[in-house]
């Protein structure tokens, strides 16, 4: 059984940054989906428990970085250059492979946490 804790999302104007963070009870790959209103969820970021992997959605590579600290067990998206099209509630989650969290495919999810852009 692992539990996320979520934290971070807030009030951003365009253009600005915001950094999430997700505390796990254990250590495993870790990753970050959103859900706009209206829309479903979709991926957008992902690192193996090891850090030497990462992998990300199209609409946020080279404005979003994910990181972890492993012995905080604990993953970051510093989210960089946002744009009105980031809002959304943004869902951590975990898995044993990085795949699994790609995927989506966990039964592990944080609570989420809302980001909103302003224009």
């Known amino acids: 059984q692992v539990q996320l804790v979520e934290s971070g999302g807030g009030l951003v104007q365009a253009g600005g940054s915001l950094r999430l963070s997700c505390a796990a009870s254990?250590?495993?790959?870790m990753g970050w989906f959103r859900q706009a209103p209206g829309k479903e969820r979709e991926f957008v970021a992902a690192?193996?428990?090891?850090?030497?992997?990462?992998s990300y959605a199209d609409s946020v590579k080279g404005r979003f970085t994910i990181s972890r600290d492993n012995a905080k067990n604990t993953a970051y998206l510093q989210m960089n250059s946002l744009k009105p099209e980031d809002t959304a509630v943004y869902y951590c989650?975990?898995?044993?492979?990085?795949?699994?969290?790609?995927?989506?495919?966990?039964?592990?999810w944080g609570q989420g946490t809302q980001v909103t852009v302003s224009s």
């Open positions: 690192i193996s428990w090891s850090g030497g992997s990462t």
């Open positions: 989650t975990a898995g044993d492979m990085l795949r699994t969290v790609v995927r989506g495919t966990s039964v592990y």
């Open positions: 254990g250590r495993t790959s």
